[in-house]
């Protein structure tokens, strides 16, 4: 009892830093945020007038040489043609940036703002981690700022490798808007587990849920880019003007869906295992494996789902768009799971709390 209550202040202490870090972190975050916004409307700016310097450029030649009517027939084709050749001029499809892209300044003071955010949100976990004596995903509050911080520290991870930061909004954004929804709607003071959850099952089975459902999640930004590529560019090949100039930092919606692609493949994959634990673990918990709880009902539902998306676009030919939607419809089961069902519907996963 005495070495109990000797602990009690040091939780309690490490509580508050766990809030203060996430408090931190949730304000760099939104920094973070202005500032991949600032560089965007920078980029913006600054391809409009590129664009517009070239076009006058190439009407005075043709104008000298042709003689008017060439001019004002080069204008008209200017814009399809640029739709034709978008991805050579600031990104390939193969998210290889141009001399152009590359020098942004304010997106590389945002990402730098970002590891920050990450070592202050990493600082919160960890503390809440030690606080409770346990791992940090036992309530809503704890899966959301845990699965926060995994998705801001696997796009970081990813843009040491692959240029996203043409992502860098969404997902800054996306962070920004889990921590205050974890502060603010779900707030939870540090405490044990109840005995259904002291299973090491909880360490397995959540830390892989968490996880999957991050990569999810960024697999969801990618296809909300794809699908504004793709207007963008049935726009221009129907000669209207370019309203989006900044998505020339982003790359084709072909390259966009085939990398979305990957990552669902690899988050489903992380997914059938969420389940597949989950029911072990309900087996060892009530004595059997699957009992039609609402938690387990949308789990199924979301795995469907994903293993539809999976299977039409390797097998049935569905591409663009479509796969797209699908995708995205995926991972609105998945915060619907997360937020809905938790709140709202009676089950036997109702004893984590929100």
Aim: with cysteine; glycine share 8%.
């Amino acid at each position: 009892m005495g070495n109990a209550g000797a602990l009690a202040p040091i939780n309690e202490s490490l509580g508050e830093y766990s809030q203060l870090f996430m408090l931190l972190a949730a304000m760099v975050y939104g920094v973070v945020f202005i500032v991949f916004a600032l560089d965007l409307a920078k980029t913006n700016k600054s391809i409009s007038e590129m664009d517009s310097a070239a076009l006058k450029r190439d009407e005075e030649l043709l104008v000298g040489a042709n003689g008017a009517v060439a001019g004002a027939g080069r204008k008209r084709r200017g814009v399809a043609e640029r739709a034709d050749n978008i991805s050579d001029d600031i990104v390939t499809d193969k998210m290889t940036y141009t001399e152009f892209s590359s020098k942004r300044p304010m997106a590389r003071i945002a990402v730098v703002l970002m590891w920050l955010a990450v070592a202050l949100h990493g600082f919160g976990v960890v503390s809440r981690a030690l606080a409770a004596h346990r791992v940090p995903w036992g309530n809503m509050y704890e899966f959301l700022t845990t699965g926060a911080f995994l998705v801001a520290l696997v796009y970081l991870v990813v843009l040491i490798f692959k240029d996203l930061r043409f992502m860098g909004t969404f997902i800054s954004g996306l962070v920004t808007l889990m921590l205050c929804a974890a502060t603010i709607g779900f707030p939870t003071p540090v405490g044990h587990l109840v005995p259904a959850l002291q299973s090491p099952w909880i360490v397995i089975h959540v830390s892989i849920a968490v996880l999957s459902s991050s990569l999810f999640a960024i697999s969801f930004a990618m296809n909300v880019l794809q699908l504004m590529q793709h207007s963008r560019m049935n726009r221009l090949s129907a000669g209207l003007s370019d309203r989006l100039p900044f998505m020339r930092v982003v790359p084709g919606a072909g390259a966009l869906e085939n990398f979305a692609y990957r990552i669902n493949t690899i988050a489903f994959v992380m997914w059938t295992f969420t389940v597949m634990a989950g029911a072990i673990w309900a087996e060892a918990a009530w004595g059997r494996y699957w009992g039609w709880d609402p938690k387990e009902v949308w789990s199924f539902v979301i795995w469907v789902v994903y293993a539809g998306y999976l299977h039409a676009r390797a097998t049935g030919g569905w591409t663009g768009p479509r796969s797209a939607w699908l995708s995205i419809v995926g991972f609105l089961c998945v915060v619907f799971n997360f937020t809905i069902v938790n709140i709202y519907f009676n089950g036997l996963h109702s004893y984590a709390g929100v």
